[in-house]
């Protein structure tokens, strides 16, 4: 569609560049902006006559659609669109984020996250419009009156709906993650600002093809698909194993994150981001190729949402080194210093650096743990001492007449097991 976009700030200098490219991420096309810096208009957001001034070039443009970088209230978006002509409708960024999401939506649960979000979009408005008809004497509006109320119920118990079947979901995914520690793999989840390059880092990483049949399918998956610049190109989760220093590693890929984000579009994608959550290590990806006040402002947004739930160590991982000079790159350290002490610099579209931070991940991994067990020689030793090549490295190994006497390191619920089994043997050969 052709589209305006419009921007309040209440000081500063107003940038449409985030909000024109969520637009075209959408398939639209941006005709022309209005900008303004003033407190924001309760009834339209922009002043009066900036409103007019808009609406006259949404007719010299022949634009379809107005699009908002502000967040829009029930009766800002119904004033706004009483003063343009008619047929055009009016959004608010969260709106569009949704039509976004909602387009990408390629996988049950992607689908249920976006319908989600859409109905908590919705809740308060369907609210707003019963409260306004409750107030009219009128009965025409006590009749709409009585269809919202049936409205908000409906949407209240689609929403319980919802969250019960991404609460399943999310189990099995617990369920599924233990199950991968437990076969001795370290999980990485890769976060950050959308278009940071964390699809593309993965690509780089890991090779290999290995996910679970009942992982969310997703064109990244295809190892030969392209990144394009587009925000939000990915929403489900993808993983792909990898080895670094003999440690098998599962990384997985999530949704971009992007600021002013409100709660319950993020509450809306947990069942996603509990992936990020719930890892042993997480790579903070960001494009170091930016201003340095965005890439300090993004840096904050990313801290802001993983602060809610993270539990992981974090590796700040400052990507596309190859479009900024070592100066650029040294000033943008020393401005995030605070916020991120320590980050690795990278090139994923190059491999620049990558070495580095295949050593950094396995520092930054929970170590491994060396352990020494003696068993008897029974029917199932050898299958205990081939479970150990593939879960653990096995540092020596010697057989003599009582028995195998096993050296190994690897992650303590590994070692847990082995103890089991080795406690198991004992048992057979007592008796
Ligand atoms: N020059 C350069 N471009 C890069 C680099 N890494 C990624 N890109 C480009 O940046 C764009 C975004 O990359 P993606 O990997 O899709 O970003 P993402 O973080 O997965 O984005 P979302 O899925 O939207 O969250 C693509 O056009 C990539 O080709 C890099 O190291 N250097
Ligand atoms: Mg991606």
Redesign the pocket.
Known sequence: MRVIVAKRVDEGVPDTGEICRLAAAAGHEVVDEVTQVRPGDPALELGAGKVDELAQLVIQHNAELVIFDNRLGPYQTYNLGNKLPKGVAVIDRFRLILDIFGQRANTRRAQLQVELAELRYELPRAEAKTSLAKREEHPGFMGLGEYDESRKRDIKERISRIQEELTTMEVRDAKRRERRRDSGFDLVALA??????????LRRLASELSIDQNEDLHPDLDPVA?????????LGTTTRSTTIDDRDILIT?T??FIADLPPWIIESFNSTLEAVYQADLVLL?I?V?EPVTTVREKLVTCHDILSARNQAPIITVL?????VTDAELTEVKSAIDALAPNPVH?????GDGIDDLRSRITSALPPWLGERLVVPHTDNTMSLVSWLHDNARITDISYDDSGVMIEFESRPAIIERARDRAEGLVLEAGS
């Open positions: 950050g600002y959308t278009n940071a390059g964390k699809s593309t880092l392209a990144s394009s610049d587009r925000l939000f190109e990915t890929d949704v971009g990806v494009d190729s990507n596309k080194t190859d479009r990278i090139s994923a579209v190059s």
